[in-house]
Structure formats: structure tokens, C-alpha cells
């Protein structure tokens, strides 16, 4: 089975199973398709770059940044060209993320946006570098790149969260009346998700202002 294909279907179970994954985000999606695709390598084929990846996500999981940060360092030069190479980058983002470099996280998720492989690695960087701009308090900017999250990917299993921050995003800028709009849109589309009480709640309270 190659990668994709192993990618592919790992997705489509979390589609099936969407109700366990609301809250997930881009970055936390990519960590579970990662210990996935690990498992498979190591099962299969000895292969040191998956090897060496799954010990920087352990340290990454344990809060050893500088360790993780160097492995990942010394990881590029010999396995930029395997076919993990999206993942490395994506955990790289990951790493800047949770040290608080929002800046250089979202343009590393931009970058997967642009090139990463294979194609259902983009919207989960996309879902990524929205967070990070958001973070940065770049209002307008996580808002356009929300917008074309569900412009792209509308039945992707992460438009319900971008739907959610899109209408957080709304009213960080001001404008309840497009928050109200979009967390009206999202209780029509996602009637059993657990944040549609969150989203008719909100409704009502910016409508009464």
C-alpha cells in the first residue's frame, strides 16, 4: 500500500468517526495520521527516516523542544527527499507553534499549504497556519485564510472547527452581524455537533445587542 493510500484511508475512518473528533485541529490530526503511517513503516520496512521522526514526536509529546529541535536539524539534510519529508516539516511547524513562534509556524504551514505531499496533508497545514495567525492577532489575515479553508474544502471533517473559529474570528473584529450569520450557517450544517449549543448560544447573545 503506498503512502497516500495509507493517508487516504486513515482520514476516512476519522470521517466516519467524526463525532469523536470536533475538537480536533489540524496539527493534533497530523500527530494521530503520524503514529498511524509510524506503525506501518516500522512494520514493514526499516526505514530510518520514519524511525527518526517517530523519536522527535516523542519529544515533542514530552515538552523536549531543544531536543526535538535539534533532531529535526540534523533530520533535514539526510531525508529532505523521502517521502516523509511533508511530515518532518509539519512537526517543524508543530515545534515553532508550541514555543510560541507564530510567525515562522504559520509561514512553515504556508509552505505545506503551497507544496506539501500528498494533497490531504494542505488543508490540515491550512487548518494549522489559521491558528497561528489567529495567535499573532493577525484578525484579518485567519479570517481570509478561513474563508478559503471552506472555499477549498467545505466537506472537509475540519470545516466545522473552521466554522467555529471563522465566527470567533468575526467577533475579535467587531462585526457581530456576520458572527451571527456564520454561527446560524453553522447550526444548520452541524446540528449534532456538541459546539451548536455553543453557536446558538452566541447567536442569541450578539443578536440582542
Partial sequence: MNLEKQIEETVRW??????????ITGTALLSL?????????????????????GGIQSQLAQGKFEEARQGLESWEPRFQGSDA?????FLKGDLLYRTSDYVQAS?????????????????????????????????AQAQSLAQSFLDRYPDHFLAASTYITQARLAELSG??????????????????????TLARSRSQTLSKK
Fill in 14 to 23: 476519522i470521517r466516519e468517526h467524526q463525532e469523536r473528533f470536533w475538537a
Fill in 33 to 53: 495520521l503520524f503514529i498511524a503511517l509510524l506503525i506501518h513503516h516500522q512494520q514493514t520496512e526499516s526505514d530510518d527516516a520514519w524511525s527518526q521522526l
Fill in 85 to 89: 519529508a511533508s511530515y518532518a516539516k
Fill in 107 to 139: 509561514q512553515v504551514y504556508g509552505d505545506i499549504v503551497q507544496a506539501g505531499r500528498p494533497e490531504v496533508v494542505k488543508p490540515l497545514a491550512l487548518s494549522a497556519q489559521i491558528s497561528s495567525e489567529e495567535m499573532l492577532g493577525h484578525i
Fill in 175 to 196: 462585526n457581530a452581524a456576520a458572527a451571527v450569520a456564520i454561527y446560524d450557517r453553522f447550526v444548520l450544517l452541524f446540528p449534532q455537533s456538541p459546539w451548536a
